[in-house]
């Protein structure tokens, strides 16, 4: 039979473009749909936005710092709207990008919601499409709970664009994406609170990162509600959200940020129409080589209920690609993926938790170090930093690192490298430090604790 494609990619974000680039390199005929702009999430409402709004959030703390130095900063006044219009820009920007990437590689876009008609056939518009391979790289959407008041909440992918500033904001939820907002907006100048049904933050976390990172949010003004449900949101005359929580109590806010967790982007895609095999929770089942139960439809990124960062898309999709057309050798490692949450001060983390590694390793050594940094030594500010080795004794690997401070992701990118490559405490012991940094820590712990 003769295709239209020989690879068709529903999805344009960060994986399905890998994926659309990588496979038209190989000389083959190669589709790529979406209804959405180019670069999904992350680069639309997603990493790339929320990165420059914490960039943002940052000069208040700075402005603040400043005087312990010798600045006398002036009074300051943060205009939201002209955050939001060069933020537009630079998105604008990277969505051109996205599209000469593929447009130079010989891969062709097509513009709105694919949906699949049979194993070999794509729906997109009122045109009809077949080919050999599909690939399902639809990311995710934010979950909002089907409640009567759900038109008076918004998700992280409205809060880039608000019209106005919210001066009071609830945010719902204290996953990594909610306390980076959390941080953005009381760094902006919002009044911000957090409700949890839970009762600490950041639940995959280690313990010691979940609980010193509620202390660091809460010098800064941000208040947290733990074991707390809302029941009820009403818009009152004033325009103004009366929230109403399960154990009678109420706040009134100007918004509503619903951030308990994403969902995969699945609707309507056609997945019972061609039989292709779902979990339990949604996502698409594929086997390591991310095919589904129907061979010739894969799928990865979000929609396959993996770790949902960027960086493991494109690593996913280059696997895939060089399972097609390269010599097969290539395979998902999942180990030792570094992470950071751009919280105020920032959350760096690779590899086990003390609680994982006690499971898994037994024996362990743990050193700790929480500490003031040096520029918080002039700036006035009470913030501290805090860092985690977790080492295997048996073997004296390291393997958990975990940072909270300053430039935490910046500085795990390479211990990463390290810890990937097998680095045991010794080997951090005998590197010597870069003085005076905070990251010299990371080299002089010498007792367990």
Request: glycine residues 10%.
């Amino acid at each position: 039979m003769e295709f239209d494609f020989d690879v068709f990619v529903i999805g344009a974000g960060s994986g399905g473009v890998r994926t659309a680039r990588m496979a038209a390199n190989e000389g083959v005929k190669v589709a790529v749909a979406d209804d959405r702009e180019l670069g999904g999430t992350c680069v639309n409402v997603g990493c790339v936005p929320k990165k420059l709004y914490t960039y943002a959030s940052h000069f208040s703390h700075d402005f603040h710092n400043a005087k312990g130095f010798g600045w006398d900063v002036p009074s300051t006044h943060f205009n939201w709207p002209t955050l939001v219009a060069n933020k537009q820009v630079e998105i604008s920007r990277l969505n051109g990008i996205y599209g000469n990437l593929l447009d130079n590689s010989g891969a062709q876009i097509i513009r709105g919601y694919a949906s699949l008609k049979d194993r070999h056939t794509v729906i997109v518009g009122d045109q009809e499409y077949t080919a050999k391979r599909i690939v399902i790289a639809t990311g995710g959407t934010p979950n909002i709970p089907q409640v009567d008041y759900a038109h008076l909440l918004i998700s992280s992918d409205e809060i880039f664009d608000l019209p106005e500033f919210p001066k009071r904001l609830l945010v719902v939820g204290a996953g990594y994406i909610a306390l980076e907002f959390a941080c953005i907006f009381n760094g902006l100048g919002s009044q911000v609170q957090v409700s949890y049904r839970g009762d600490l933050i950041m639940r995959s976390f280690d313990e010691d990162i979940r609980h010193f990172v509620d202390q660091e949010m809460r010098k800064q003004g941000i208040d947290f509600n733990y074991h707390s449900q809302v029941s009820n949101v009403v818009k009152q005359t004033d325009e103004s959200l009366l929230v109403t929580f399960e154990d009678g109590s109420t706040i009134e806010v100007d918004q509503v940020l619903m951030a308990i967790g994403r969902k995969p982007r699945l609707a309507g895609i056609g997945l019972e129409q061609v039989g292709v095999e779902t979990t339990w929770n949604g996502t698409i089942s594929v086997n390591d080589k991310f095919q589904t139960n129907v061979d010739n439809i894969y799928a990865l990124g979000d929609v396959t209920g993996g770790i949902e960062l960027t960086p493991v898309a494109l690593a996913e999709a280059m696997t895939l690609v060089n399972h097609w057309y390269g010599d097969g050798s290539k395979q998902m490692d999942y180990s030792l993926i570094p992470t950071a949450v751009f919280t105020q001060p920032n959350v760096g983390t690779i590899g086990l938790t003390e609680h994982q590694a006690i499971e898994q390793h037994g024996e362990i050594s743990v050193y700790r170090s929480d500490f003031k940094p040096m520029k918080h030594t002039l700036s006035g500010s009470d913030e501290r930093s805090f860092m985690k080795l977790i080492v295997d004794k048996s073997t004296d690997k390291v393997i958990g690192l975990h940072i909270v401070g300053e430039g935490a992701g910046e500085m795990l990118q390479g211990f990463a490298v390290a810890m990937k490559a097998g680095a045991t405490k010794a080997d951090f012991d005998a590197t010597i430090g870069i003085h005076p940094t905070s990251a010299e820590e990371l080299v002089t712990m010498r007792t367990p604790s």
